[in-house]
């Protein structure tokens, strides 16, 4: 109680974690509605197209996950540093960007679509269930997609948290869920889920540009100021590779698991894990909320040792204070959230659900050490750690996935994101002498 009081006092005379605070807890609204509209849309899957029906749409939306990310090379992140760090000509670097990312994802569109039969195929060997046209019609999805997560690296850019909340999390959903609900009505093929939400993307495209502009033109109407003041575009890419390489490893060990378990189980098996990794990853709903503004005033503050420190320690107490709550709440109402899914019994969900979850509340604890690399400079090493995580994770996924199946998978996936974030704590402590950590009942040293 005590140190709850000596938190509540820090918020009222404490500017930056009042800051803090507030704008994240706009961003939290956001992503509980997010996370509540996301289980919604699980459920009502689950329920009227079975858990081989959510394995094939996880299936199909790693894809599109993994293609976008590779159309926008990393430029969405990029991005919320060159727009925090106050350069004039972000409207140009941003048509720049769209002349960039365009093309690109209309070409890898093509490729996902003309190599669709061979997808399939590599995702049909366990079950002999051919997926080729539910890829084709999600990779209509990864322009819209990418479209999307850069219009999000605007709005985060610009601290607008309630917008980059939206189009980052609620909005894909809100919408794909929407049209999906809509045509549930005229068909129950497996197809409508992934229809459904390619449709949303295309909504939820339209209307980012909207709130883009407006922030455009009512921020950067002139850019021919000081060119010393200019971002030059090839520079920004010379910036967003790294982090790109670094987002990549790091989101490609949350679809691994996915995607090799396409190989060797059902689909059914893997809408089962699939669906249970997601049930865990609510705790991150706290990392993500603080995170989204957190990010650009890590970048802001990145002149100020002390500044940097005071950020990413108020950071720290905030993901602590909401995090181990959160995650008490869900061990004790797994079983009862599981038993929603109605899967097919024989499959300890609730073990696979503990396994990741412990993972996850140790992701949580550790910290936004991502994001504070990304924004100090360190984006090279988050990049390297990433890497050795991805590479490791695939290894052992492809030996103990064969093995051990959905039990094996989420060991692997729950150890693998508590390994990379202590490592990456212990490089952020060397580098800015700064613990990630919180510790609730570390005394100060006596003056």
Known sequence: MQQLVKLKN???????????????????????VGLMVNYLFLFFVTRFYGADGWGIFALCFSIIQITSMLGILGINVALVKIVSMGYGNV?????????????????????????????????GVADGISITTHIRIASLGIL???ISMI????????????????????GRFLFGFAMVFILHFFSSDTLTTITGFVAGLYILGIFSFRGVNRILNKKYEHTHGDKRDHFPFKELLKLSVPLFWGALMLQGTLWAPTII????????????????????????????????????????SLADKNLLRKNINASSKLIF??????FLFLLAGGPFIIKLLEHRPGFNEYFIFVIILIGQLINSL?????????????????????????????????????????????????????????VSVIFIYLKLDVLTIYLPFKRKAAA
Request: aromatic residues 12%; charged residues 15%; glycine residues 8%.
């Open 261 to 300: 378990l396409g190989l060797y189980v059902s689909k059914e098996e893997v809408g089962i894990f699939d669906s249970t990794n997601r049930l865990a990853g609510l705790l991150t709903i706290i990392l993500f909320a603080i995170n989204s503004i957190s990010g650009p005033k890590f970048a802001e």
């Open 151 to 170: 219009n999000s690296g605007i709005f985060r850019g610009n601290k607008e948290i309630i917008l980059f909340s939206f189009f980052d999390s609620l």
């Open 321 to 326: 204070w909401a995090s181990v709550p959160l």
């Open 91 to 123: 409207k140009e670097l941003y048509y720049q960007t769209l002349k960039f990312a365009i093309p690109v994802n209309l070409l890898l569109t093509a490729l996902v679509f003309i190599f669709s039969e061979q997808l399939s195929k590599y995702f």
């Open 144 to 146: 819209p997609f990418s």
């Open 10 to 32: 820090r918020f009222i005379k404490d500017r930056h974690m009042n800051e803090l605070a507030t704008h994240s807890a706009f961003s939290f609204i956001m992503r509980v």
């Open 366 to 422: 550790t910290g936004l050490t991502g994001t504070i690399m990304q924004m100090t400079g360190h984006h090279v090493m988050n990049q390297n750690i990433s890497m050795g995580s991805f590479i490791l994770t695939t290894i052992l996924l492809f030996i103990i996935t064969p093995v051990y199946g959905l039990v094996g998978a989420a060991i692997i996936t729950g150890l693998n994101i508590a390994l990379k974030n202590i």
